[in-house]
């Protein structure tokens, strides 16, 4: 008679076992909600680590490797959620509630804060001209109303790609709305639109995730020898070739190799992304406000002379710093800030639209599938969750704080 070890499970069952499973209606995916805080993390470090490169080379490679993936992973996972938005109302409503409101909002009062630390005292509140992080507010609503025509074309992954190489070749496509930025970085956003459930799970197997450790370890080799060699901007997305003072023919030809170096090592940050509940998992739902106020503290830091002290420069204070951008943005993610902004973040603006024929809000009938929830935050009209924040209702439309 033989006898099964009830605790023996292969690897290929244990990996299936691991995959997410069908969620009801409602319930957030803990996955992208690690990915986006994880992300947003990295995001705030990285600036915390802009002033500190002069002089470092070790922390110029750290930080070409995290701006050659961070925002990408963002954009990636907006497009996936972004897949089921279709110009209804309600859709319509969370893009201007969710997008267009919180763009305005900070691009004054970031206009306001460089006037006020005397970074350029004599700029004008522009509306077209996005300043420090509202690039991303403005680029996503142009995404977001291009969706549904990239559902519809026959190729809609090359034809962004050759519209991305298109911009680098051409210095006059100008600030407004940073609109060099929005289309150099398009392919990734409609790259997640064509993601399945199915290629996320790819991604994170056991043998991508080994794999991941050497490819970041490659790229951080590649990025301390290419630090004295070439500039990090190319992963900006937001200069033409000329403007790098390189050949025309370099604008394409490095929207390629950008594209593909960025899309590994997305792989890899996903691939070491937990996939269950962990401590800072409700956190993933307040990216938004993490991302637009920890602004107004990296910039206010040059201001207040927080990178003077000699100390600052050395590996102590690189990691000193690393760490206090690392809480400071985890903090500004938590319930409690996201109560006191959300009337600015998350306004309901019911006043703002006409009710159907029953005499219901245009956007009453629709499933909230979090459309503005632009890096992170919990967006639409939605219940209010055990920590007092909005949970969604629906599955599809959430771009970096949708579960």
Same mark, same amino acid.
């Given at each position: 008679?033989?006898?099964?070890?009830?605790t023996?499970?292969s690897?290929?069952? !244990?990996?299936?076992t691991?995959?997410?499973?069908? !969620?009801p209606?409602?319930?957030?995916?803990?996955? =992208?909600?690690?990915?986006?805080?994880?992300?947003? +993390?990295?995001?705030?470090?990285?600036?915390a680590? &802009?002033?500190?490169?002069?002089?470092?080379?070790?922390?110029?490679?750290?930080?070409?490797?995290?701006?050659? =993936?961070?925002?990408?992973a963002? #954009?990636? #996972?907006?497009?996936?959620?972004?897949?089921?938005?279709d110009?209804?109302?309600? /859709? #319509?409503?969370r893009l201007?509630?969710?997008?267009?409101v919180p763009?305005?909002? @900070? &691009?004054? *009062?970031?206009t306001?804060f460089t006037?006020?630390?005397?970074?350029e005292?004599?700029?004008?509140?522009?509306?077209?001209?996005?300043?420090?992080?509202?690039?991303?507010?403005?680029?996503l @609503?142009?995404?977001?109303l291009?969706?549904?025509?990239?559902r519809?074309?026959?190729?809609?992954?090359?034809?962004?790609?050759?519209?991305?190489m298109? *911009?680098?070749?051409?210095?006059?496509?100008?600030n $407004?709305? $940073?609109?060099?930025?929005?289309?150099?970085?398009?392919?990734?956003?409609?790259l997640?639109?064509l993601?399945? %459930?199915?290629?996320?799970?790819?991604?994170?197997?056991?043998?991508?995730r #080994?794999?991941?450790?050497?490819? =970041?370890?490659?790229?951080?080799?590649?990025?301390?020898?290419?630090? %004295?060699?070439?500039?990090? *901007?190319?992963?900006?997305?937001?200069?033409?070739a &000329?403007e790098? *003072?390189?050949?025309?023919?370099?604008g394409?030809?490095?929207t390629?190799?950008? =594209?593909?170096?960025?899309?590994?090592? +997305?792989?890899?940050?996903?691939?070491?992304?937990?996939?269950?509940?962990?401590?800072?998992?409700m956190?993933?739902?307040?990216?938004?406000y993490?991302?637009?106020?920890h602004g107004?503290?990296?910039?206010?830091?040059?201001?207040?002379?927080?990178?003077e002290?000699a100390?600052?420069?050395?590996p102590?204070?690189?990691?000193?710093?690393?760490?206090?951008?690392?809480?400071?943005v985890?903090?500004?993610?938590?319930?409690?800030v996201?109560?006191v902004f959300?009337?600015?973040?998350?306004?309901e603006?019911a006043?703002a @639209?006409?009710?159907?024929?029953?005499g219901?809000?245009l956007?009453?009938?629709?499933?909230d599938?979090n459309?503005?929830?632009?890096?992170?935050r919990?967006?639409? $009209?939605? &219940?209010?969750?055990?920590?007092?924040? /909005?949970?969604?209702?629906?599955?599809?439309?959430?771009?970096?704080?949708? !579960?």
């Amino acid at each position: 008679m033989s006898h099964r070890h009830p605790t023996a499970v292969s690897p290929a069952r !244990r990996e299936r076992t691991e995959q997410p499973t069908a !969620r009801p209606a409602g319930q957030r995916d803990a996955f =992208f909600d690690n990915a986006k805080y994880l992300a947003i +993390v990295l995001v705030a470090v990285g600036h915390a680590w &802009e002033p500190l490169r002069d002089g470092s080379r070790a922390v110029s490679a750290l930080y070409m490797v995290v701006y050659a =993936f961070h925002m990408p992973a963002f #954009i990636v #996972i907006s497009g996936y959620f972004s897949r089921s938005f279709d110009a209804a109302p309600g /859709r #319509i409503r969370r893009l201007v509630t969710g997008l267009a409101v919180p763009y305005v909002v @900070f &691009e004054t *009062a970031y206009t306001l804060f460089t006037r006020w630390t005397d970074q350029e005292p004599d700029r004008p509140v522009s509306l077209l001209d996005p300043l420090y992080l509202t690039w991303f507010l403005a680029a996503l @609503f142009v995404w977001r109303l291009t969706t549904p025509m990239w559902r519809h074309v026959r190729w809609p992954l090359p034809l962004a790609l050759l519209v991305a190489m298109l *911009a680098t070749l051409s210095p006059s496509v100008g600030n $407004d709305l $940073d609109l060099q930025r929005t289309l150099q970085f398009l392919p990734y956003f409609v790259l997640g639109l064509l993601l399945k %459930p199915e290629h996320f799970h790819q991604v994170r197997r056991r043998a991508v995730r #080994i794999l991941a450790v050497p490819v =970041f370890a490659g790229a951080l080799a590649v990025a301390y020898w290419a630090v %004295p060699r070439m500039t990090g *901007a190319w992963f900006y997305h937001r200069d033409s070739a &000329e403007e790098l *003072a390189a050949p025309s023919w370099y604008g394409p030809v490095m929207t390629l190799v950008t =594209f593909g170096c960025s899309l590994v090592l +997305v792989a890899c940050f996903l691939a070491w992304v937990p996939g269950r509940r962990a401590w800072f998992t409700m956190l993933g739902a307040g990216t938004l406000y993490g991302y637009l106020l920890h602004g107004f503290v990296a910039q206010g830091s040059k201001f207040w002379g927080w990178y003077e002290p000699a100390w600052v420069h050395r590996p102590v204070g690189v990691l000193v710093v690393t760490v206090v951008a690392a809480v400071l943005v985890t903090a500004l993610c938590t319930p409690p800030v996201r109560r006191v902004f959300r009337r600015v973040m998350e306004p309901e603006m019911a006043w703002a @639209f006409r009710r159907d024929a029953g005499g219901r809000r245009l956007a009453a009938s629709q499933p909230d599938d979090n459309e503005g929830d632009v890096v992170g935050r919990s967006a639409g $009209d939605a &219940e209010v969750g055990q920590q007092g924040v /909005r949970q969604p209702a629906g599955g599809e439309g959430a771009v970096l704080g949708q !579960r």
